[in-house]
């Protein structure tokens, strides 16, 4: 795992985060940075749909739990 994704995954537990408020912060048209894909594709994150992108909520699988916590 990079330490962006590790990043990433943190900033997303520290409190809810909107889909909204996560696609603006970490969304990157870089294809060398694509933390957001890489995350929902390895299945370290959900997006828990809402009526509107605020209020749709991005979490933590427990994979992405797990990721985080085994970490120092």
């Given at each position: 795992m990079t330490l962006l994704t590790l990043e990433f995954l943190t900033w997303i537990a520290r409190r809810?985060?909107?889909?909204?408020?996560?696609?603006?912060?970490?969304?990157?048209?870089?294809?060398?940075?694509?933390?957001?894909?890489?995350?929902?594709?390895?299945?370290?994150?959900?997006?828990?749909?809402?009526?509107?992108?605020?209020?749709?909520?991005?979490?933590?699988?427990?994979?992405?739990?797990?990721?985080?916590?085994?970490?120092?």
């Open positions: 809810p985060r909107t889909y909204a408020e996560a696609m603006e912060a970490w969304r990157s048209n870089c294809p060398r940075q694509s933390v957001w894909e890489d995350a929902l594709i390895d299945g370290l994150i959900q997006v828990e749909n809402g009526a509107s992108m605020n209020d749709s909520y991005v979490l933590l699988t427990p994979r992405g739990e797990a990721a985080i916590s085994s970490r120092p």
